[in-house]
């Protein structure tokens, strides 16, 4: 049996987001395939931890810096971040670990993933050991010191690096030389680190997006009668566009539709929030269960200003027959086929009420939409993204120049 390596910032039960989710979603299905699937991670614990979760054996290794970064509500000097970057443009403190799971697991292909914590000497260990190695781009962070090239105080998108970024990234993009398949959850994704010339050598260029779990028994929605629906579920924050949303909604008719809102933030900002929706039939509902929310709506919004790497809430509402409407930033709005799945929209209000308001005026539309919508999820499934991974990885194997054996079953 071949073995396949993971590595990736955190991964269960440190679980920070998506991305950690998505990492342990794909190794988790690739062991039930027969694979031998090792992933090897951080944990704020001061000694390495070794166990088996459901069937994926899992390394968890101390980081060796000189603080824990994963925990935003804590305050730190103005010095000590910088500092804490210093060391992991190119972290030799973290090779031994990395050294000690190669020599013992012997990987057939290592898959790296998120690496602040681990830095890119990672890519460093593996090829010494003349292993393939594909990188999967889930954020920013080989380019961006905060990882997301947003600047949240003005609530826009970075059009370049700045130059502490710049400073910072440059170790990160010679060494990605290293790796031998560059994977985006977005073609999006993807383009910006070529862009910045990263990964040269890389024989595949490849987007593929993340895995959702596919709920049972939906059914095409069939229901067009007013008022229709909207709904937005996840952070409510600037960057998730929700007051555009909101500024939207005070454009639309009087009647005719419900907007409801799923989602936290803090007392402050939710007092805002209710200020701006004054008067409009909204609903904010606080923390909601998706499945119980995606049920409940008839379209999904999306109006993020900043550039995902992805969308995982657009999939989301696919696998429920929701159509959605989502701006066209980042990788997101290439979820969306206009006029079929749903709607993309340049970010602004304005355009945003329009958009919506073609749901309005034509919600016969819907039913069709929602039945495309059904069909798009499963190129998403559990399934359908491991057995690109798997496909991926063994023309990797097949076609690096210092490849052992093909990746295949025995």
Partial sequence: MKTILHINTLYYPDFLGGAERSVQVLAERMAARGYQTVVLALTKKHQPQEAIHNGVKTYHVPLRNIYWPFDSSRKRNTWISPAWHVLDRYNWAMAAAVDRVLERE??????????????????????ARHIPLAHTLRDYNLLCLKTSMFRREIGENCAQQCRSCVLFSQIKQAESRHVDTAIGISQFILDLHLKYRYFPSARQQVAIGNPIALPTAIEAKVNTALPLRFGFIGKLSRHKGIEILLEAARMLPENGWQLAIGGKCDADYMQRLQQLSEGLPVQFLGYVNPDEFYRSIDIAIVPSVWNEPFGRVIVEAYAYGVPAVVSHVGGASELIEDGKSGYAYDASAAQLADTMRRYLERPETIPEMSAHCLQLARQFSTDAICDRYLDIYADTVATASDSPSPLTMT
């Fill in 106 to 127: 012997q990987p057939d292909l290592v898959n790296t993933h998120n690496l602040p914590g681990w830095s890119v000497v990672v890519w460093n260990r593996v090829k």
